[in-house]
């Protein structure tokens, strides 16, 4: 299975503030990184696909890239309805497997 | 509106079985290829099984393989998870989620349903 670590797995911050998540696979997996926000008691939401790609309404704070093992999603300037966790997914292969989140927090 | 709706979680002992249902509406849903995810309570999410959007194939996580079994049906929309031999483990809410593009397996989840909630306890 492809194991997927994320750093850092929290991180406290504030809004207007640039931040970067990292995602690293423990195998290549080319661009089959996607990346999801989720809220408190909401389901995930996806942001990113295919390491880069933006998902239609997804503001364009969001970014994503990366190949190979190591990838990063980049939100600049937060807003307070950022503040959640997201994960990296990986689709190069099954079984599909997240990473562990991380969340953002409030400072 | 485009949407999907779980339905079928509830309290079941160590050892029971449960089937849960995701009731599709708003896309064609013989169209796409779909999954459950699921989700302990304050944990990360796990992938749990995948289906083709013609049924032609199924994927499993290797916690559940030879335990949990997902089907559709495209006459009334919907996914299903038979769960068999459930552990304590297994206690989540569990998401049906439809992939991004048609024709494809690209495990972009672009449309979650809210989640229903399986718990196993004695």
């Known amino acids: 299975d492809i194991q997927m670590t994320q750093s850092p797995s929290s991180l406290s911050t504030s809004v207007g503030d640039r931040v970067t998540i990292a995602c690293r696979a423990s195998?290549?997996?080319?661009?089959?990184l996607n990346w999801y926000q989720q809220r408190p008691g909401r389901a995930p939401k996806l942001l990113i696909y295919?390491?880069?790609t933006l998902q239609t309404g997804v503001p364009l704070r969001f970014s994503g890239s990366g190949s190979g093992t190591d990838f990063t999603l980049t939100i600049t300037s937060l807003q307070p309805e950022d503040f959640a966790t997201y994960y990296c997914q990986q689709t190069y292969n099954t079984p599909i497997t997240f990473g562990q989140g991380t969340r953002l927090e409030i400072k | 509106e485009v949407q999907l709706l779980e339905s079928g979680g509830g309290l079941v002992q160590p050892g029971g079985s449960l089937r849960l249902s995701c009731a599709a509406s708003g896309f064609t849903f013989s169209y796409y290829a779909m999954s459950w995810v699921r989700q302990a309570p304050g944990k990360g999410l796990e992938w749990v099984s995948s289906?083709?959007?013609?049924?032609?194939?199924?994927y499993y996580a290797g916690s559940v393989q030879g335990r949990f079994t997902i089907s559709r049906n495209s006459a009334t929309n919907t996914l299903y998870l038979q769960m068999t031999s459930l552990t304590v483990e297994d206690t989540a809410v569990y998401y049906c989620a439809k992939d991004l593009m048609m024709y494809a397996k690209h495990w972009y989840f672009d449309l979650w349903g809210r989640g229903t909630l399986v718990t196993v306890s004695p």
């Open positions: 295919a390491g880069s």
């Open positions: 289906i083709d959007d013609n049924s032609g194939g199924t």
């Open positions: 195998q290549p997996i080319n661009t089959y």
